[in-house]
């Protein structure tokens, strides 16, 4: 149940634990919340996200900086992504300069970001810069947020089968050294012969 809940499904939470007769850790109106955060990040809505972070729990960004830094950073590609030029290096040199200035890695970050500054069109980006434009930084910001929320909310935020998954593959290495045992291969979960 807790990919169902990690990932956000919680209708197929809450039926899960329903079929199941499963009295569930959590509480199913914070999935419904943190999917609202999610969403807001997807379609590049970072002031919405912030917003309902802080409505989730204030102090969680003022407690993690990075995720507040990542924060700030999605918004400030999402203005150049929108072409407000402009805005974007007022927002820079008002928000983020000073958080690049305290911290060697946001400065990195931040000069990566700003490069996308020098490009007028998102197809002639190179791919060292042009991966903040896809969605899939979007996607990142959005699990970033969303396990911090979970932490805050002290629930899991890796699925308990991934960390059981990892667990296996250690423990088969781990072993090998020692003894022939029959393994489990990760990729179907068929039992092989010693080796």
Known sequence: MDYLVIEGYKSAAEEFAQEASVVPEVDFESIESRMRVREALQRGDVEDAIVRVNELNPEILDNNRALFFHLQQQKLI???RQGRVGEALQFA????????EHSPEFLSELERTMSLLAFEHSSSTPSAIGDLLSPAQRMKTAGEVNAAILESLSQGKEVKLVQLVKLLSWGQETLKEHAEFPKMSLDDGTILGST
């Not at 040199?93 to 690049?100: P, S």
């Open 78 to 80: 999402e203005y150049i």
């Open 93 to 100: 040199q008002d928000e983020l300069a000073q958080l690049g």
